[in-house]
């Protein structure tokens, strides 16, 4: 059974100064905290046993609001990740719980309208290693600020992180599904020239050893990090009630 694991750390500098009181996960987007979104997400899929990592700061607050998932039908268990090292330093912390599991790894400030159970259904299903998420852009600049596939062929061959010339106009999305073997990967990458251990050196691996899947979504996807894109997605979230 796939177990989840939601990413709800940062400080969520670019939402200051309503981030200097609350985490941003726990902003409400619409009518409801934005971590609800990517919570109800996996909940949708069939996943109910999922790990929340979030930072030391506001923990209690999350506790609080989530509870132990009983109210959601659900099983939560909670990490605290003290220092921000990245997004596969915090799936790191997940290995415990994941055990000898396949696992879906979403961002916390992630909002996905495609539904993916059929995803996690076929990924439980096939005999592969990560399935990665893409959405097309046409944006350059949020390209060169993001992580971009290399396509060749209609196959993968690598993952880019913020190129200065991006090779194609797709941009990894905050979904990833794994299996155990992401764990060993993270232990023997090394930190990047920011410090911080990089998802894409993660899924590179994959990559190389041919064990990937990737799927170009079709509906609509936002990060929620900034004002504009938060704007964005509720106006969006609006306008489809």
């Keep these: 059974m796939l177990k989840g694991v939601i990413l709800a750390g940062g400080s969520g500098t670019r939402l200051e100064p309503a981030t200097k009181v609350t985490n941003k996960h ?3 987007v619409w009518d409801k ?11 949708d899929a069939g ?3 999922i790990l929340i990592i979030t930072g030391p700061d506001n923990a ?3 506790i609080k609001l989530l509870g132990s998932g009983k109210s959601f039908n659900a099983h939560f268990t909670y990490r605290i990740q003290d220092d921000a ?6 799936v790191g912390m997940a290995e415990d719980f994941v055990g000898d599991s396949k696992f879906v790894v979403i961002l916390g400030d992630n909002y996905f309208e495609d539904d993916i159970a059929e995803y996690a259904q076929k990924f439980e299903e096939w005999d592969i290693g990560c399935m990665l998420f893409f959405k097309e852009c046409d944006d350059d600049e949020k390209l060169r ?6 396509i060749r062929d209609g196959k993968i061959i690598e993952m880019i992180e913020k190129p200065e010339h991006p090779p194609s106009n797709l941009i990894t999305t905050g979904l990833y599904f794994y299996d155990p073997k992401a764990f060993r990967t993270i232990d023997i990458s090394e930190p990047s020239a920011r410090g911080e251990l990089e998802i894409e050196d993660v899924n590179n691996w994959y990559i190389k050893n041919n064990e990937v ?6 509906g609509f996807w936002s990060d929620m990090g900034t004002s504009e894109s938060l704007f964005r997605t509720i106006k969006f979230i609006r306008e489809g009630k």
């Design 33 to 43: 905290p934005m971590i609800y979104y990517p919570l109800y997400k996996l909940l």
């Design 213 to 218: 899947s990737f799927v170009t979504l079709e």
């Design 60 to 62: 209690g607050d999350f």
């Design 145 to 150: 600020q993001s992580g971009v596939a290399v």
């Design 26 to 28: 726990l902003l409400c």
């Design 85 to 90: 090292g990245g997004i596969a330093q915090a």
């Design 47 to 49: 996943i109910k046993d």
